[in-house]
């Protein structure tokens, strides 16, 4: 098992301990997923969400999500788990859906952010290779987990502007706007940053393209205090 998993594992044994939902304890899920027993944690957890007192419970869909994962890493599960990344962030925005108020993200944050930044890695591979229906595809997959998540609708909304789908993307950035008025840099993980900062200057340069700078001010001014220290973002405003 990866050593940052076995981490992210334990932090979520220890901060989690005292999750019972629906008067179910879904704490022998967490020491599957250690073990590696990832077919019998997702099964295990399967059956809570088939249920009816727990069906919409969303702790069951997370602990499918991290052991689908998990396989999606592994070659031994690709011939039986073939989709087993994409059941892992569709059970992630099922956790999502039914989590209304949020109650279970903070406790869950080191899995969840760690899947958002592998889906985001897809949506910017996919971006590079001009490929950007499927990019704006996978940065929706991270909006699904987590609405306000800046880097997925800064990508979303470029990627939809190059494909010529002008009519989505200014929906994108008008949630982006909204979703930068909530922003604290405090909310994001160091790993988190780099994507954060590819996605401005993403923004910033197609605004500059198109003739509208000033709508890329708002998003450079928050990038000149998050990267204070980055003498090549510092170079790009200078020249912007």
Known sequence: MPKNFLIVCVVLFFGISHVQSQDENYNDLIFLIIDGAYEKALNKAEKFTNKEKTKRDPVPYLYMSMAQFEMSKREEFAEEHPRAFRDAIKNASKFARYDRESEYVAEFDN?????????????????????WRRSVTYAKYVSRIDPDNLSALLLRGVAEVKSRNEYQAKTTFEEADIALNGFSPGDLSSDEL???????????ALQKEVGTRERAEPYLTMGSEVFAEDSEFANFISNF
């Open 194 to 204: 780099p994507q954060l900062r590819y996605t401005i200057l993403e923004y910033a």
């Open 111 to 131: 899995y969840l952010t760690e899947l958002k930044l592998e889906i985001m890695r897809e949506a910017r591979y996919h971006y590079e290779a001009e490929n």
